[in-house]
DNA sequence: ATAACGCTTCGGCCGCGGCCGAAGCATTCC
DNA sequence: GGAATGCTTCGGCCGCGGCCGAAGCGTTAT
């Protein structure tokens, strides 16, 4: 009653992301790649039409964006701010009541290191946000983040420079609620160019059919050199 | 199939704020305050006994906590992250196709001046972070926010002290995404306290059955001179 | 051309979940 | 004590929406 308005839209929204199926949808497009409908309905578990319905629903409210290629149509995130209304929620998630929680060797690969949208997070987001925090490229002063003139320069000795192409007005340095460490890890344009730049060097792989990435052992050791990480 | 573990956790939470009924109960609690079960019930627009299976819910999943005092059942929202993931679906709705936006004059006073969880939104509470930015208090570089040395002495003139009582660990400058205005205002502990103070001074005052707050003629008078905002 | 493929639309089935009336516990008031 | 109030539990109704099979449309392959 009293916020008419806002409380319609919010629930439409959230009974989007409320169904089983289309929550697989969007949790599969969370690594900020585009992907098939074919491939959203098996991550989804459901038929094909099914599945197409469920797409339907989410591009007509924005939540997703189509681009037609040959056959096939790739669906994606429409925007960095649906990904994080996901991350947020999930964030929710974790504080949960804990049923059975089977923590099977996939979700351990999760928590280690994973893509979050299109940056990292897992141990090694926030192993990587603590190391530029430690030696003052960032300053995450209460969570918050800036990014000094000194982390502008390493960043460039390592081959990213956030000055090339604006890419509109994003934020060069936010930061994200990890769900699994349940601290903040380094998002925005810092953080995708950060992960970017880790696949390109090759110290990152992605694991098939799933967020979570592999660390290299080249990637290892170069995390080790570069920053000073470890991770167990 | 990918990652299971959150996609149905957070299918489950999505869900739960996926009801309008529900919805509009987040949505009223959204000002940080605690409400009874009846007044709830009647904010969701549904019967008292609807509203009960509604509230249980909510709290079986530690979305919102209760506390019995008398005959009453005070609810509030259970943590900051929630507030957080709700305010983000309120982004991703503001950017929905729009139907037909009956602006009403509620929706107008909830866009001048609102109150978000425990902090100020709409415009005034942009008005406040851009003039606490142009006078160096706080630095919103990139949308995160810092607070400065003169700002925090800035803040002790007007009778706010961040030190007091440290309130867990929360962070003392976090922003947060307007929904209305589409940018990011003034949220985390200073925000909370720059309400705070701004009920104490008597500023603003609630506007009943809303989340929107009106500016008192005094507080026009004392936004002026002590942060140069004048709202249209 | 014909077939294979990728995706969508249509139609009908079915079950989950929201809804309210009635009843059951508390707590407070007189 | 009894009555009123605030809230919850129970039971049954009902409709929305997810699901799949079948069919349709457009693109690519041979």
Known sequence: MASMVSGITLAEIAALIGDV???NIL???MDGRALTASELAWHSGVSPQTASGHLAKLSGARLIAMARQGRHRYYRLASPEVAQAIEALMAVASF??????????RDKAL???RTCYDHLAGRLGIALADALTARRHVILSESAGVLTDEGHRFLCTIGIDLDAG??????ICRTCLDWSERR??????LG?????RAFELGWIERIRDSRAVAITPGGQRSLQATFGIELA
């Not at 949960?96 to 060797?105: L, T």
């Not at 604006?166 to 934020?171: H, L, S």
């Open 184 to 189: 903040p890890h380094l998002a925005g344009r």
């Open 111 to 113: 928590r280690k290191a």
């Open 96 to 105: 949960a009541p804990k049923r059975h929680r089977p923590v099977g060797p």
């Open 166 to 171: 604006q890419e509109g007005k994003r934020a």
């Open 27 to 29: 949790s599969a497009l």
């Open 192 to 196: 995708a160019a950060l992960c970017r």
């Open 21 to 23: 199926a289309r929550a």
